[in-house]
């Protein structure tokens, strides 16, 4: 197990190859599909977001309104990233983003852009909704919660010791591309 | 609340926070074939573990709660409006209560009202049979395994899928290839021979209300679910497409009757995290039993 805690730096993320496994540690923002739409059409990160050096989280979290107004984290696995395929790469290019949480994998562009401005893909099991909630510390904020609703909104956590393991480094590596072609090849003498 | 409702509640509460017993031995016996200190063992300790959170928390094993699909057997003459508005009162209860996910969005709008009742969701198929018994059986379906069921027209020469068996088992294996670990593996196919769009990927989703270690009462169909459970977990896809051996947990397949124009094979996909639960309701619409 390896720890990457924040500031995430290109240094930190270049060390990494495929198939580490990784406790990450630090401040992490959600964003999916409506995020990542709307940062590709122009749209402006709201004041008190930054992504620079910064992770982002293929996220839609439960999250239930406390008494004294704060938030509970309540369930919060990965959703899947390759819908944010269009998107990412740019993303990635403009924002200075240097990890991308997420689950299922992610195709060529995000795989180049990984590549060549330094960011790495974090792989977290799909479906493991109350072991990951469990490393959210604390709820520091929302934004885009009326326009986008709970669970495309961005959500700005404080995470401890969450699993991941690094499917696509930064070296222009990908296990998902590697485990296709390898099941593409078993499957065909299976025909 | 009425009875109903509470029933209802619980039985939502439940499916949500609590992976069915079959369900979980099958995740238990692939942890103890995948190699030790593999990427795969890995995944499935976190998955068990998540598990066992979930139910000790009452809280959902996934935050995608998914399409919630309800199965309803009820005797002639029963009341299926109000059960049906009962049970969209009951799913509203749920969400505030953290069950479910606020997770219903309107297609047009965009907009999320955050109460997960809206046109066609949730989904009720009713059926009439010759008991008095009330069974409402609950699956929450996922978006991520959703996304990833496909459906195939046959013939397809790409494939060099024919309209036989032989072609049915090259568009089934092609789906889990073409799935890797998208759709959160290790999965669950369920799969429809025949029909047309609409019912073929409907019953596919109606397999998924059978036990994993049932066989299949067809030996064609059960000889077809054998071989592509085996065929698959020899791929190499593994849990969350990692690697490994564990790429499916069972294989679930029905045969419908279809136009001679039309050859569908529609193959649904359920994540690891089944969630699949079901009770029988008394005449007071208290839960007699649980049917998983």
């Given at each position: 197990?390896?720890?990457l805690s924040f500031p995430f730096t290109e240094e930190k993320v270049?060390?990494?190859?495929?198939?580490?496994?990784?406790?990450i540690s630090g401040v992490v923002f959600t964003g999916r599909?409506a995020v990542h739409k709307y940062l590709h059409e122009g749209g402006k990160l709201p004041d008190g977001v930054s992504l620079r050096d910064g992770i982002i989280y293929h996220c839609?979290?439960?999250?239930?309104?406390?008494?004294?107004?704060?938030?509970?984290?309540?369930?919060?696995?990965?959703?899947?990233?390759?819908?944010e395929?269009?998107y990412q790469w740019q993303i990635i290019r403009d924002f200075g983003v240097r990890g991308v949480i997420g689950?299922?994998?992610?195709?060529?562009?995000?795989?180049?852009a990984c590549?060549?401005y330094g960011c790495v893909?974090l792989?977290?099991?799909?479906?493991?909704?109350?072991?990951?909630?469990?490393?959210v510390n604390k709820v520091r904020n929302v934004y885009f919660a009326?326009e986008f609703?709970?669970?495309e909104a961005i959500w700005e956590l404080e995470i401890?010791?969450f699993?991941?393991?690094?499917?696509?480094?930064?070296?222009?590596?990908?296990?998902?591309?590697?485990?296709?072609?390898?099941?593409?090849?078993?499957?065909?003498?299976?025909? | 609340?009425?009875?109903?409702?509470?029933?209802?509640?619980?039985?939502?509460?439940?499916?949500?926070?609590?992976?069915?017993?079959?369900?979980?031995?099958?995740?238990?016996?692939?942890?103890?074939?995948?190699?030790?200190?593999?990427?795969?063992?890995?995944?499935?300790?976190?998955?068990?573990?998540?598990?066992?959170?979930?139910?000790?928390?009452?809280?959902?094993?996934?935050?995608?709660?998914?399409?919630?699909?309800?199965?309803?057997?009820?005797?002639?003459?029963?009341?299926?409006?109000?059960?049906?508005?009962?049970?969209?009162?009951?799913?509203?209860?749920?969400?505030?209560?953290?069950?479910?996910?606020?997770?219903?969005?309107?297609?047009?709008?965009?907009?999320?009202?955050?109460?997960?009742?809206?046109?066609?969701?949730?989904?009720?198929?009713?059926?009439?049979?010759?008991?008095?018994?009330?069974?409402?059986?609950?699956?929450?379906?996922?978006?991520?395994?959703?996304?990833?069921?496909?459906?195939?027209?046959?013939?397809?020469?790409?494939?060099?899928?024919?309209?036989?068996?032989?072609?049915?088992?090259?568009?089934?294996?092609?789906?889990?290839?073409?799935?890797?670990?998208?759709?959160?593996?290790?999965?669950?196919?369920?799969?429809?021979?025949?029909?047309?769009?609409?019912?073929?990927?409907?019953?596919?989703?109606?397999?998924?209300?059978?036990?994993?270690?049932?066989?299949?009462?067809?030996?064609?169909?059960?000889?077809?679910?054998?071989?592509?459970?085996?065929?698959?977990?020899?791929?190499?896809?593994?849990?969350?497409?990692?690697?490994?051996?564990?790429?499916?947990?069972?294989?679930?397949?029905?045969?419908?009757?279809?136009?001679?124009?039309?050859?569908?094979?529609?193959?649904?996909?359920?994540?690891?995290?089944?969630?699949?639960?079901?009770?029988?309701?008394?005449?007071?619409?208290?839960?007699?039993?649980?049917?998983?």
């Amino acid at each position: 197990m390896i720890k990457l805690s924040f500031p995430f730096t290109e240094e930190k993320v270049r060390a990494l190859k495929v198939g580490d496994e990784v406790l990450i540690s630090g401040v992490v923002f959600t964003g999916r599909d409506a995020v990542h739409k709307y940062l590709h059409e122009g749209g402006k990160l709201p004041d008190g977001v930054s992504l620079r050096d910064g992770i982002i989280y293929h996220c839609g979290p439960v999250m239930m309104k406390q008494p004294d107004g704060s938030w509970k984290c309540t369930a919060a696995g990965p959703t899947t990233s390759i819908r944010e395929e269009p998107y990412q790469w740019q993303i990635i290019r403009d924002f200075g983003v240097r990890g991308v949480i997420g689950k299922g994998g992610m195709g060529d562009r995000t795989l180049a852009a990984c590549k060549e401005y330094g960011c790495v893909y974090l792989h977290a099991v799909g479906g493991a909704a109350q072991v990951l909630a469990e490393c959210v510390n604390k709820v520091r904020n929302v934004y885009f919660a009326a326009e986008f609703g709970a669970p495309e909104a961005i959500w700005e956590l404080e995470i401890a010791d969450f699993p991941a393991v690094v499917t696509i480094d930064a070296h222009g590596n990908s296990l998902h591309r590697d485990i296709f072609a390898s099941s593409q090849a078993a499957l065909a003498e299976r025909l | 609340m009425s009875q109903l409702q509470a029933s209802l509640v619980e039985l939502i509460r439940r499916t949500s926070a609590e992976i069915p017993d079959d369900v979980h031995q099958a995740i238990l016996t692939s942890l103890e074939n995948e190699k030790k200190g593999s990427l795969a063992a890995s995944a499935i300790k976190i998955i068990d573990q998540n598990i066992a959170l979930a139910k000790q928390k009452s809280q959902p094993i996934c935050q995608d709660t998914g399409s919630i699909l309800f199965y309803v057997d009820v005797p002639v003459g029963y009341d299926q409006i109000t059960f049906a508005e009962t049970a969209r009162e009951a799913v509203k209860e749920a969400t505030k209560k953290g069950f479910l996910r606020q997770n219903s969005v309107d297609s047009l709008t965009g907009k999320n009202d955050g109460t997960n009742v809206g046109p066609g969701a949730p989904a009720f198929h009713f059926h009439q049979h010759h008991s008095p018994d009330v069974n409402v059986r609950l699956v929450l379906k996922g978006g991520g395994c959703e996304n990833v069921g496909a459906q195939y027209s046959l013939p397809i020469e790409k494939l060099q899928a024919n309209r036989d068996h032989d072609g049915c088992r090259r568009v089934i294996l092609d789906a889990i290839l073409q799935a890797q670990g998208k759709g959160c593996g290790p999965g669950i196919l369920g799969v429809c021979i025949g029909g047309d769009r609409a019912t073929g990927y409907e019953l596919s989703k109606t397999q998924f209300l059978r036990r994993l270690e049932d066989r299949n009462p067809n030996p064609e169909l059960d000889g077809l679910e054998q071989d592509i459970l085996k065929t698959a977990n020899e791929l190499g896809i593994g849990p969350m497409g990692f690697g490994g051996k564990t790429t499916l947990l069972g294989v679930k397949i029905c045969a419908a009757n279809r136009v001679p124009a039309s050859f569908f094979v529609s193959v649904s996909y359920m994540c690891w995290a089944y969630r699949r639960q079901g009770v029988q309701l008394d005449a007071g619409s208290n839960i007699e039993k649980w049917l998983y």
